[in-house]
């Protein structure tokens, strides 16, 4: 039983979330809003797997570099990580993209 995998998932998240504390891009600037976002993505994708499990579209793949905890059949623990990752740089890119548009807007 391995940790890489999710080790590098979570540090992979610390890392955006001091981008996004340097430059206020997403959860540093409207925190409210940006949990409540968070929140909706992960139940989504959640949900998204849950039936692709279901429908044996999805199955766990093997890996030496993952735990081997399942937290539902076929369910791996690092999943769940990996999905509210996946929702955080999507809004840290979100803000990224807003900002350097409206800078460009302003510089025209």
């Keep these: 039983m391995s940790w ?4 590098s998932v979570v540090g992979a998240g610390f890392c ?4 996004d504390h340097r430059w206020r891009l ?9 949990l409540v976002v968070l929140a909706i993505g992960f139940v989504f994708f959640l949900v998204w797997d849950l039936v692709a499990i279901q429908l044996e579209v999805y ?6 570099a993952m735990t081997g905890v399942e937290v ?5 623990l690092e999943e769940l990580f990996f999905i ?6 999507t ?3 979100h803000g990224l993209f807003t900002r350097v ?3 460009e807007g302003a510089a025209r």
């Design 4 to 7: 890489l995998y999710l080790a």
């Design 16 to 19: 955006m979330g001091l981008v």
């Design 26 to 34: 997403f959860l540093f600037r409207w925190p409210r809003r940006a």
């Design 59 to 64: 199955s766990r793949g093997e890996s030496p």
């Design 72 to 76: 539902a059949r076929e369910l791996p």
């Design 84 to 89: 509210a990752f996946l929702c955080y740089v």
């Design 91 to 93: 809004g840290v890119l």
């Design 101 to 103: 548009l409206a800078r």
